[in-house]
């Protein structure tokens, strides 16, 4: 159910109530179904209130913390590859960037662009980063199912991601290198402005 029409169920159904438990205290006349019946309605309206709508809410909660659960796990398979091209850009005497943030903050993918577009890793850096997506490769491959579950989307964009690491694994020269790492840092950024 969406969003919406949770809120609107909830507020039909608070209407409701309400406007019956005031025809139930100021109404006059009715009888027997004023006395009986509407009594019964609007217990049934606070009822529906709280299971439909309250806990509607609280499932659609629990699955956006599921899914943003899945796309941290997806985002951190590649934190060592992130972590090793951010020291390879590190100025002298700076501190490299904090593991949680390579992992949860998508701000870090357009400066590490920047970071390439202006610098050239050093031979050794390179050397790293070849290393780490070939004993990376298998598993960010083994998570296209955990993407799949997020939507078909990001899967696609996982699945270039996963071919990015493995040109990466395969580069022989170094404009191959930096080529696969450029491609690596635009499939995450597209991956990272999907909504989950």
Same mark, same amino acid.
């Given at each position: 159910?969406?969003?919406?029409?949770?809120?609107?169920?909830?507020?039909?159904?608070?209407?409701?109530?309400?406007?019956?438990?005031?025809?139930?205290?100021?109404?006059?006349?009715?009888?027997?179904?004023?006395?009986?019946?509407?009594?019964?309605?609007?217990?049934?309206?606070?009822?529906?209130?709280?299971?439909?709508?309250?806990?509607?809410?609280?499932?659609?909660?629990?699955?956006?913390?599921?899914?943003?659960?899945? =796309?941290?796990?997806?985002?951190? &398979?590649? $934190?060592? @590859?992130?972590?090793?091209? %951010?020291?390879?850009? *590190? /100025?002298?005497?700076?501190?490299?960037?904090?593991?949680?943030?390579?992992?949860?903050?998508?701000?870090?993918?357009?400066?590490?662009?920047?970071?390439?577009?202006?610098?050239?890793?050093?031979?050794?850096?390179?050397?790293?980063?070849?290393?780490?997506?070939?004993?990376?490769?298998?598993?960010?491959?083994?998570?296209?199912?955990?993407?799949?579950?997020?939507?078909?989307?990001?899967?696609?964009? =996982?699945?270039?991601?996963?071919? &990015?690491? $493995?040109? @990466?694994?395969?580069?022989? %020269?170094?404009?191959? *290198? /930096?080529?696969?790492?450029?491609?690596?840092?635009?499939?995450?950024?597209?991956?990272?402005?999907?909504?989950?």
């Amino acid at each position: 159910m969406s969003r919406l029409f949770i809120i609107v169920l909830m507020v039909i159904f608070c209407l409701a109530g309400l406007g019956l438990w005031l025809y139930f205290i100021l109404g006059s006349g009715g009888g027997s179904f004023r006395e009986e019946l509407v009594p019964e309605l609007v217990v049934f309206c606070i009822e529906a209130f709280f299971l439909v709508g309250l806990l509607g809410l609280i499932q659609r909660y629990l699955e956006h913390q599921r899914r943003r659960q899945m =796309w941290l796990s997806l985002r951190g &398979s590649f $934190r060592d @590859l992130l972590s090793l091209l %951010d020291i390879a850009f *590190l /100025e002298p005497n700076t501190e490299p960037t904090s593991s949680k943030e390579l992992e949860r903050d998508p701000g870090v993918i357009p400066r590490l662009l920047e970071e390439l577009e202006r610098k050239h890793p050093d031979l050794d850096s390179l050397v790293a980063l070849k290393r780490e997506g070939e004993e990376s490769l298998s598993m960010t491959r083994d998570l296209v199912a955990v993407a799949a579950q997020l939507s078909a989307t990001h899967m696609n964009w =996982w699945i270039a991601i996963v071919d &990015s690491i $493995r040109r @990466l694994a395969e580069a022989r %020269d170094r404009r191959g *290198l /930096e080529k696969a790492i450029h491609e690596m840092l635009v499939n995450i950024r597209e991956f990272d402005r999907l909504e989950f």
